[in-house]
């Protein structure tokens, strides 16, 4: 096995198991990294550098559930460019050169005053001093030798992209910068990619159906989305996708799949209109992360009846024939939204491998399997085990955590742990669809589904589906239960998914 092989393997594992940093309270007006900082650093030093490597700061990015994995953080062998010598007179491209370049002849204040207003109520001159010198740092990736490639990203209906190398001493580190269009920064984070990627499928019928970028929401959290519609008079029914936990983009990316993008291609082509867009978490890291109030809702449910309120208006779209499909956290989290949609825009719900328990409970059977395998060392068991336990203490306490509690922030914690989905969906009347991959690992299949059957075994209007071949991605496998590097293989979700799902919701048409 090669060594860029051997990395992303440990990144893999990493990612998948336990790289929990839900987002830190931080203010502008303060030191700029979370209070825990740095006994949080040196726990993890002590434990899994691997873990440090992956976090440049303590972010959202990485979580028991999150589907944005980091498998090639390391690049070597970038050559560096003369940042004076770089054709900066696009202006986007002239702003963040001259952000990199502020930052590292330490001009803060210069750096400072090239990000948007929303974005300076998050962080200040501080924060980005501590950032950029933590940086090299938190990586042991050497001292800072120069820029290298600039490439401009796709700019979406929210942000221009840019992703910046930055050539370190030991590898280099894809920075992507965000700008909002009066050209200030934004937001900025780790640049994540995996190739190759899965293709699109060959249900998709890109013939059938037109997509159309839309963003939902305003202020200081709008999200670039796509809506895709079937070609023809309509109205027609919508789906709306909705993730797991993390800062995932509209297709779902992970590794080497792209679950999202086969379900909202799939579906378009059988007729029904499905909306995806970027989580909050994803085009607004930093701005999230940094939140003092940051709970579950406001990363998964509040933006998902936005987007219902925002179908409401699209003409070809039937307002009355509004479906939600969560996975994982997100499935897990339908009830919450069911039981928030005042206007009752929701007509049903899929839940795709969400809980029917808490968080915590999952978290630690992910992490019983994982250490049988040999995929987690006795000492990353032990301590992370007994931090998840912190969760299921009934005097924990967002506002005074345990001192020994390094997950991130407590506010976050407090917000999701008591959530029991199929509890809560016991006594709700919205029609579910519940569907399981059976070699699922991090939400196993013979856990969760008999408490969603025993919960809801008095509702009329639950049907399941469950696919003895399927992971927790939805693609198939080998083998009783699958394994972390079982993403790194492009695939798709089967078409027989695809059509169950189409099946259940034009049938609640009828």
Known sequence: MGKKK????KLLLVSAICTITIPSVSYAEEVTLPKNFAIASSLYEERNMDVLKTSVYPNTYNNPFNHQFIPTLKETNTTIKKV??????????????????????????????????????IISEEWLKSYWEGLPLQLQAGSFLGIGEVIQKETNSVHANVEVKLVFEQFT??????????????????????????????????????????????????LPGTLSVPKGKGPFQAVILVQGSGATDQDETAFALKPFRDLAEGLASKGIAVLRYNKRTYEHGLKTQ?????????????????????????????KNQIYILGHSQGGMMLPKMIEKDQNQNIAGAIVMGGPARTIQDVVLDQFEYLFSIGAMKSDEYKFYKSQFELLN???FSSQNPPKDFYLGSAVFWDSIRKIKAAEMSKEQKTPLLIIQGER???????????????????????????????????????GEISKPDEYYSPANIPEYVINDIAAWVQGRSK
């Open 84 to 121: 004076d010598n770089i054709d900066d007179e696009n202006p986007i491209i002239s702003t963040t050169l001259s952000f990199i370049r502020h930052m590292n002849s330490e001009d803060y204040k210069s750096a400072f005053d090239l990000t948007s207003r929303s974005l300076q109520k």
């Open 393 to 395: 203490d009934p005097n």
């Open 440 to 478: 699922d690992y991090q939400v196993q299949s013979k856990i969760e589904i008999p408490l969603w059957k025993e919960q809801l075994k008095d509702r009329d209007n639950v049907d399941y589906r469950l696919y003895p071949k399927l992971n927790h991605f939805f693609t198939e496998g080998d």
């Open 173 to 222: 580190v894809p920075l992507l910068i965000k700008l909002d269009p009066s050209g200030k920064i934004d937001d900025f984070q780790l640049s994540m990619s995996f190739s190759p990627v899965a293709e699109r499928p060959s249900y998709s019928k890109p013939e059938s159906f037109v997509d159309k970028e839309v963003v939902v929401g305003s202020g200081a959290f709008p």
């Open 6 to 9: 051997r990395i992303g393997n």
């Open 290 to 318: 940094y939140s003092p109030f940051y709970t579950v809702d406001k990363e998964t449910t509040d933006d998902a009846l936005l987007v219902t309120h925002f179908l409401q208006n699209e003409p070809m779209i039937n």
